[in-house]
């Protein structure tokens, strides 16, 4: 049998220091036992009068003299009173004291610890904390644009300490952002931590992650894994956008499907800052609010690339960083022109990275997307061993895969892709790139933009501002990754300044500007994919078009796969490039861009397949080998993906693709049309 009194002092201990209702139990229990022996002891003729009849006053005498010993009965013997007394002073002006004073003390070091928790409802979660947070705040607060939303309960999670996180975000907010947002101290892996947050009873969650944690991306999933179990209850799904670090994981979850587990309870929205800001700059144009906005010029010029130009953009990338490459996958996935011809490459987009370790980069660029390097045309340049002219668009130091005598896919005749990637291995402070660099924005027939994305903020501002004279005068702009702080970029580009030397000069990149509510794709995404069930659905779909029906839109998006989200965000990402092909702006009339779409209908749809077909590549998918190829249009009923292989038929040029299955063109002359329904959806 356990002996009771074992290490009693540890067991108190222990029992004493767990919370501010174990000390009030332990008080009440000590002021117990005092009383009844009190009570006992006034049986005693020692200690109490005999006179007294019954027990009932002696009761209320102990009590009172206890709190108050003035107050004593004059039945009560003097040793008796003095004993009350004393314990009296112990129990209350000691032990009542200290404990009530403990218990505050221990509530507000609790708060400031992090470790408090409410029971809220209809809040938003944030798991996790780094400097992008402030800008997430501020954009869940803003959702609504004519209106601050102060109510919104925001609870922020992260295993830092919690007064580093409360004085970070602090430092990066404005005081109405802060109101109704809690920092709590925990860790998005543990499930007792997660269950505090009330998950199964708020509106949305952000897994954005530690900026201390190695492995971030692997901790965030892990996270999801506990959200989707905390959700087994919960009577819809939760939205739940999850940060993914780095652009390799990240793409994987475009285009993967979630466990099933997962999908029962959750829409899983994952996302990369990186990407983010690759669109703030390359679709949506435009960053930040108010005096301090800054807006980005469109790849091609505001006037758009026409079917007669005889121009190509060409991004010069310097730095093969996580940023760098998002915005070179970005400019793949968006940067798609009516003047493409594929016989000329000097209409092909002209992808360029300029980078110190490009090989090693290189490689493992290209081993992330294979199928992209086994069709589009390449060509990899060591600067320091190069003599001759680095800048040029023809000769035997480019690679066309597709073209080569051992290539699976020669059957699908010759390169058909509208894009080409360069890179060049060397430092830009070196001779040799700076005339590269020098003969790229002197080339008439090129619109250069020239983005420097090294990962150190001064690398970056420095190799900026000591690029050729040339550069800045000619470049079409020249933008600078800032992670921390633009105030140097916008310092000397100045417009109020006469010396007009950096006015093509942009910052971008800033973390704390990461998030944005008006961001283009998202929406127009779910409309796009509205449009296509609404052209293969049924008739109440069309009716459900007709009327707006935004809850049915919604519906139907949260049933698509991954990839097929995806891909209608892609096509959204294009509206406004498509737009100024045709020589319109947004703020045109609806009529004007009917007329003009109609009047380009051909180029737009050639167009479309050339983007499709970039994001197929980009995304995994192969063109079908040449077995693969004659097996399927030997098939009487045609199924086009081959899911196992990640393979795609209609992954082949316009012209091959007209031939052998021109149905296939009547889909991207839909998603074009779409572009018109959306507009007046939004109009």
């Known amino acids: 049998m356990t002996n009771p009194f074992k290490n009693l002092p540890l067991r108190f201990d222990r029992s004493f220091s767990k919370g501010w209702l174990n000390q009030v139990l332990w008080l009440i229990g000590i002021m117990a036992v005092v009383y009844v022996i009190l009570v006992g002891l006034s049986f005693a003729r020692a200690f109490y009068a005999p006179g007294v009849e019954g027990s009932k006053g002696r009761w209320y005498d102990i009590v009172f003299v206890l709190i108050d010993p003035v107050t004593g009965s004059d039945s009560m013997s003097s040793p008796f009173i003095l004993l009350c007394t004393v314990l009296g002073l112990v129990i209350f002006s000691g032990m009542l004291i200290s404990v009530i004073s403990n218990v505050l ?66 430092l990066s907010s404005e005081n109405w952002m802060e109101k109704n947002t809690l920092v709590v101290q925990g860790q998005g892996n543990s499930r007792e931590d997660l269950e505090k947050l009330h998950v199964g009873k708020c509106k949305e969650v952000w897994i954005i992650g530690d900026d201390t944690l190695e492995a971030h991306d692997s ?12 959700c087994e209850s919960r009577s819809g799904k939760l939205d739940c956008h999850v940060c993914f670090e780095y ?53 091609e010029g505001d006037g758009g690339l026409q079917k007669d130009s005889k121009k190509h953009v060409h991004m010069i990338i310097v730095g093969m960083s996580r940023m760098g ?6 400019v793949a996935q968006t940067a798609h022109y009516f003047n493409f011809r594929e016989d000329d490459d000097a209409t092909r987009t002209h992808i360029t990275f300029i980078d110190c370790h490009a090989r090693e980069n290189m490689e493992l660029f290209m081993s992330r997307l294979p199928n992209v390097f086994d069709m589009m045309r390449w060509r990899y340049v060591n600067a320091r061993e190069e003599k001759g002219t680095l800048y040029t668009l023809t000769g035997n130091t480019w690679n066309n895969p597709v073209e080569q005598a051992d290539s699976p896919y020669r059957h699908l005749g010759p390169n058909f892709t509208d894009l080409q990637w360069e890179f060049i291995d060397g430092r830009v402070e070196s001779s040799a790139v700076r005339r590269y660099l020098t003969q790229a924005v002197n080339d008439d027939s090129a619109i250069t933009t020239i983005a420097v994305c090294l990962s150190v903020t001064q690398q970056s501002t420095q190799a900026a501002l000591y690029l050729p004279d040339v550069v800045h005068r000619k470049a079409h702009q020249v933008l600078v990754y800032q992670k921390v702080s633009d105030a140097i970029i916008r310092s000397v580009n ?15 990149g ?44 919604k519906e139907i998006w949260d049933k698509a796969k991954v990839s097929d989200k995806w891909s209608s965000i892609h096509s959204a990402n294009m509206i406004h490039t498509k737009i100024r092909a045709v020589g319109c702006r947004l703020g045109d009339g609806m009529s004007d861009i009917r007329a003009a779409i109609e009047a380009n209908m051909t180029e737009l749809v050639l167009t479309e397949h050339n983007r499709w077909v970039a994001e197929q590549l980009l995304a995994g998918f192969r063109p079908f080998f040449a077995d693969e190829w004659d097996e399927y249009h030997r098939q009487t009923e045609k199924k086009p993906k081959k899911k196992a292989e990640r393979a795609h038929a209609n992954i082949c040029s316009n012209a091959l693709l007209k031939q052998e299955e021109p149905e296939s063109h009547k889909k991207d002359e839909q998603v074009t049309l779409a572009i018109l329904e959306i507009l007046e959806k939004q109009s």
């Open 105 to 170: 003390e221990r509530r507000v070091e609790s708060f400031k610890k992090g470790e408090t928790t409410y029971r809220v409802s209809d809040h938003v979660v944030i798991i996790g904390y780094d400097d992008s947070v402030p800008s997430l705040v501020k954009t869940l607060r803003t959702k609504n644009k004519s209106e601050r939303d102060e109510d919104l309960f925001i609870l922020i999670q992260s295993g830092q300490t919690t007064e580093d996180v409360r004085n970070r975000l602090h």
């Open 219 to 230: 901790a965030n999933m892990d996270c999801l894994s506990l959200i989707s179990e905390l």
């Open 247 to 299: 652009p390799t994981v990240y793409s994987v979850f475009q285009f993967s499907e979630l466990q099933e587990a997962f999908k029962k309870h959750l829409h899983f929205h994952p996302f990369n800052l990186y990407e983010n800001w690759a669109k703030k700059v390359l679709v949506e144009g435009k960053s930040g609010e108010g005096a301090g906005e800054i807006k980005y010029k469109p790849l």
């Open 325 to 330: 490459t998002a915005l070179a996958v970005e």
């Open 494 to 508: 100045n417009p109020e300044d006469k010396c007009t030397k950096y006015d093509t000069m942009l910052p971008f």
């Open 510 to 553: 800033i973390v704390n500007d990461s998030y944005s509510n008006d961001q283009i794709g998202d929406e127009e995404g779910i409309w796009i994919n509205a449009f296509y069930t609404k052209e293969y659905g049924s008739e109440d779909d069309r009716k459900r078009w007709k009327d707006k029906d935004e809850k049915w839109a």
